[in-house]
């Protein structure tokens, strides 16, 4: 299984990689960011897009009309459109949920973003994610985008990813670490 991940992770990285050129070559990776962010939420969201792009069951010629159709109707660059139609074509559609992580990787390097993930015991207020994201941003250097989520079995605080740097001042963890000191002492 980790074999066909990073088979698709490969194949999808070259894809991205050209589609990233082309567009950067116009000067249109702001055009881009959020269509290929459309395309990410559709792929969560559609649970027939996922069929359509995983299944063996449609011919390449089924496969490239409905994807053409829908970046058609999600008003999608020519580049990111031909390259899906080039995709199916290809038999290459199962790596497109790696190509959107890629391209937004690309994108994001590109405009000196970081992305990062949080989980929080509770929704973050619009003030809580603004002084999260300044102090991110003043640590890091480079202008931060939230990701988050809600874990409610965190019991409160908050775990934050940033690159390769985790910190973690959840409960459960803290909890955890009293557990273990507990069991050392008796």
């Known amino acids: ?9 490969n194949i999808a990285g070259r894809y991205a990689q050209a589609v990233f050129d082309l567009v950067k070559e116009q000067g249109a990776v702001d055009a881009l960011a959020p269509q290929v ?39 999608l660059t020519p580049v ?49 994610e603004r002084r999260l994201t300044e102090t991110l941003a003043s640590k890091s250097g480079k202008t931060v985008k939230l990701n988050t989520r809600v874990d409610e079995t965190l019991i409160g605080g908050m775990i934050v990813k940033l690159g390769s740097q985790m910190i973690d001042s959840s409960i459960r963890s803290k909890l955890a670490s009293l557990q273990n000191v507990m069991k050392e002492v008796g």
């Open 80 to 128: 990111l459109g031909n390259t899906l139609r080039l995709m199916a074509q290809n038999r290459r559609l199962f790596a497109l949920p790696q190509l959107v992580d890629r391209l937004s990787a690309l994108i994001a390097e590109a405009r000196g973003e970081v992305t990062a993930e949080v989980v929080a015991a509770a929704p973050l207020s619009a003030e809580q």
């Open 37 to 75: 962010q459309a395309l990410g939420t559709a792929i969560r969201d559609s649970a027939d897009l996922r069929t359509l792009i995983g299944s063996a069951v449609y011919s390449r010629d089924q496969q490239e009309t409905a994807i053409g159709a829908i970046a058609d109707r999600m008003g």
């Open 1 to 9: 299984m980790a074999n066909t991940a990073s088979i698709s992770a």
